[in-house]
């Protein structure tokens, strides 16, 4: 079972344990407001759960990937299903995953349609045969825009870098499509989904409704993890240059995953349109780290850069856990510790999902459990 106790937030927030018990959870969406689910969650080897408004976790669907993975981290067991999105419209969730074929890695995007957002009626591939790896660098986050096309997220393949210039592959790139996996007609190259080139592990996206713009945070080899302003036809360098592009970067690897700006007032006018960064940090290392397992707060100009830095979530435990989904609800920002207090090597984890809250004036600092 998670703990608030190990992690420590900026002071007048407090901590909520919302779910327990997952399995390696990666990112989270949350449902439409009028919906009976609150939030998904995609568990990296398989499963896209639910939890309700009530803080009840279901199963969504089950069962999505047709291989075995060997649990090597880091390696070949970071692989799976990692992106998740929400139509706001029909309800629909889109996911992104790894399969086999001829015991070949690629990645896929599936639009599962669901009437009441705990079963699947039914799904449909909507992209798939794009090569992939099982060492990371696969599909990643799925977006829907304010202009309500699907954002993708596709890492360089790992082992095959120049595959992010190359505008005939669709690795490295941010891809724009329409929810039913067509090319929009106003893509910047036409009769074609890239949007987008030039990343190398473009793991987390975001969108700043301020300027119409999407945010990724880009992940470096040793070093310039980043965090770029995505624009259509855009080229943000890499092979070789992490830098090009990019509105910041970190000398050191931080490893950044999911991001969201705090843009509806969850947070007071202070921290409103600022962005909030998960750094997962090395998966194999326990108890806290100078580098990673945190989320940091960042201060935004017009133009994008940025203006302030601050820790805001620490973990300060001594276990696995590293924060990776994130996302900000009506409420708070939710956020996903991947392994919990569990094991990477092939047991099953107490993964969890926390909400951060600002305190009310007169409400004391106290720290609940559920909400």
């Keep these: 079972m998670g703990s608030v106790d190990n992690w420590w937030t900026f002071p007048g927030f407090r901590i909520e344990l919302v779910a327990t018990g997952l399995d390696k959870p990666v990112n989270v969406s949350m449902a439409p407001k009028q ?37 090597v981290l880091p390696g070949s067991g970071e692989s799976g299903v990692t992106g998740i999105c929400v139509d706001p419209n029909s309800g629909d969730v889109f996911a992104s995953m790894i399969y086999v074929n001829d015991e070949k890695p690629f ?11 705990m079963s699947v009626e039914n799904q449909e591939v909507i ?38 210039q190359d505008l005939e592959d669709l690795r490295g790139k941010v891809l724009r499509m329409n929810l039913d996996g067509s090319v929009p007609d106003d893509n910047p190259i036409k009769d074609e989904l890239v949007y987008a080139r030039g990343f190398r592990n473009p793991f987390g996206a ?9 945010y990724i945070s880009d992940n470096g080899a040793q070093s310039y993890d980043r965090i770029a302003r995505v624009e259509s036809g855009g080229n943000y360098g890499w092979p070789p240059d992490m830098r090009y592009g990019s509105l910041f970067w970190w000398t050191f690897a931080q490893a950044p995953t999911a991001l969201d700006f705090a843009q509806d007032g969850q947070f007071g006018g202070r921290f409103n349109d600022h962005l909030f960064v998960s750094l997962a940090g ?33 973990y300060s435990g001594e276990g696995l856990a590293m924060p990776v989904g994130l996302t900000f609800g009506s409420d708070g920002m939710y956020f996903t510790d991947l392994y919990g207090g569990g094991d990477i090597y092939g047991k099953k984890a107490g993964g969890n999902v926390y909400r951060v809250v600002k305190i009310k004036e007169g409400e004391g600092p106290g720290k609940a459990l559920r909400y």
């Design 206 to 214: 975001a969108w700043r409704r301020s300027d119409n713009s999407l």
């Design 107 to 117: 990645s896929r995007i599936v639009r599962f349609y669901t009437t009441d957002g």
């Design 127 to 164: 992209l798939d045969g794009v090569p992939s790896t099982f060492n990371a660098h696969q599909v990643q986050a799925l977006s829907i825009g304010l202009d309500g096309k699907l954002y993708v997220n596709f890492g360089d393949g790992y082992d095959n870098p120049e595959a992010a």
């Design 35 to 71: 919906a009976d689910v609150m939030l998904y969650v995609t568990e990296l080897y398989g499963q896209i759960r639910y939890v309700t408004n009530d803080c009840e976790v279901g199963t969504f669907t089950e069962g999505l990937l047709n291989y075995k993975p060997d649990y």
């Design 282 to 314: 090395p998966a194999r290392y326990k108890a806290p780290l100078m580098k990673g397992k945190k989320i940091v707060k960042l201060g935004l100009g017009n133009d994008g850069r940025v203006l302030s830095y601050d820790d805001f979530v620490v």
